[in-house]
């Protein structure tokens, strides 16, 4: 941590702001992370209903 980090560490309304931006980033990737499961689910189930067609 350089110099300028740790000024910030006596700044309650910056970090509050920081604890508040990390947890709508962590939000959004979760529901990003949702979404590609769902996306990845049924691309499998697609996978498995179709039959296999030989070469």
Known sequence: M???DLAL?????ALKAMVVA??????GLE??????EAQHASRFV???SR???PI
């Open 31 to 36: 529901e990003r992370n949702a979404d590609l």
């Open 2 to 4: 350089s110099a300028p």
């Open 22 to 27: 990390m947890a709508e980033k962590a939000a």
């Open 46 to 48: 697609l996978r498995r």
């Open 9 to 13: 560490l006596d700044d309650v309304d």
């Open 51 to 53: 039959p296999s067609i």
